[in-house]
């Protein structure tokens, strides 16, 4: 995985605040970079296969290529629930000369409702050449303050001096918040509807069980994608990637019908006695200069499950 590189005290790491690309060069690579990521996943066939090769990486490629597997088995009106659009992709910022990785912040939307959509392009160095290392929507009244301009360029997250908690004690405070049973509460994080989902939807995940099995869930922080400081000292955006596991384990055998994901993505159609479900999840954390961290994105996408 991608992480965030080191940086001088000041937690930049840009020797200047030119960008690593032009503004123009970022605006053409993100509109086909966020077309190319828009059409490959709702593509089945192998060349949607290839091209998803081509327009994800890490995290966001595996989880694109499991989606794209279920698409057989969705109906019309799931498949457009999720789908991006082709057009209208709006450049946010670009990381500045020297950093590495290169990055581009765009901005899309969701086709059918047009929500929005923050898309986290990650550059292999050339300047030319990127992929969608995240693709999170927005989350409810999100909001993402200003970043600097496109042709200014962004400073990297550096060591993350200047920030109110370090990315990785913001994750590891969102992965302990909304663990199943026993979460722990935190003030490093502000509420968001998206902790409240995973905690509400575990416990009736456990409850729908009628004491005959044990439910449990484990987010698992695996590091950073990417991020960028916000202008002015305010703080910095940052990608990350965490591992959900939810496993059940029945007392004594019981016939249970997986959800419908779990069978298009792995077949399995009952679950007698024990089940294990792999998730990906995706956030958008803005940490600012001070205060409580705030969950603006996510994406949540199951890649692989087992049970019997």
């Known amino acids: 995985m991608l992480s965030a590189c080191s940086g001088n005290s000041d937690g930049s790491t840009g020797a200047t605040g030119d960008p690593a690309v032009t503004a123009e060069a970022a605006q053409q690579t993100a509109t086909s970079s966020v077309a190319a990521a828009a059409t490959s996943s709702l593509d089945a066939t192998t060349a949607g296969a290839a091209a998803r090769q081509k327009a994800f990486a890490g995290a966001a490629l595996q989880s694109a290529n499991a989606y794209a597997k279920t698409l057989p088995g969705r109906t019309t009106a799931e498949k457009a629930d999720a789908a991006l659009a082709t057009t209208g992709a709006k450049v946010l910022a670009v990381s500045r000369s020297g950093d590495t990785p290169q990055q581009i ?25 990127f992929k969608a290392a995240a693709v999170t929507p927005m989350l409810p009244d999100a909001k993402l303050e200003a ?32 663990k199943f049973p026993n979460p722990t509460a935190t003030k490093v994080l502000a509420d968001d509807p998206l902790s409240e989902q995973l905690r509400q939807s575990a416990r009736a995940q456990s409850q729908a069980l009628n004491n005959q099995g044990a439910f449990t869930q ?53 679950i007698t006695t024990e089940a294990n479900l792999t998730s990906n999840e995706i956030l958008a954390i803005v940490i600012p200069a001070s205060g409580q961290a705030r969950v603006v994105a996510a994406s949540d996408q199951l890649v692989a499950g087992s049970g019997r």
């Not at 765009?106 to 898309?119: E, N, P, R, S």
């Open 147 to 178: 970043l600097d301009a496109p042709n200014q360029g962004s400073a990297a997250i550096g060591d993350g001096n200047g920030l109110a908690k370090s990315p990785k004690d913001v994750l590891a405070a969102f992965a302990g918040s909304v």
């Open 105 to 129: 912040l765009a901005q899309t939307t969701l086709k059918k409702t047009g929500a929005a959509v923050l898309v986290l392009l990650v550059g292999d160095g050339s300047g030319t050449t």
């Open 218 to 270: 484990q987010h698992d922080p695996k590091g950073l994608l990417g991020g960028l400081r916000l202008k002015g000292g305010n703080g910095a955006i940052v990608f990350a990637h965490l591992v959900r596991n939810d496993a059940i384990a029945m007392r004594t055998p019981v016939k249970l019908t997986p959800a419908k994901e779990l069978t298009l993505l792995t077949g399995i159609k009952q």
